[in-house]
């Protein structure tokens, strides 16, 4: 409460099987989200979950490493 936020919607950004981060809505008052929220961020976070895999994908390219889970020094 020291922040005064009260009420968090969270929802993980998933990109195959691994969670990568998430998405957060706080409000700084009493709030129950409903469905439709749900709903409506998780479209929101499965498609910026895509935009994030296909810019790591597009840097390891440019960068000729052609594999973004290689590590460059091992």
Known sequence: EKTG?????SIPLIVKTN???ALSIYTK???TFDE???KV???F???ASVAIENATLFASIKN????PRRDKNG
């Open 64 to 67: 000729n490493d052609g594999d």
């Open 5 to 9: 936020l009260i009420s968090l919607l």
């Open 19 to 21: 969670a990568i981060g």
């Open 45 to 47: 976070t499965s498609h």
């Open 36 to 38: 439709t929220d749900i």
């Open 41 to 43: 961020l998780t479209v």
């Open 29 to 31: 008052e009493e709030r």
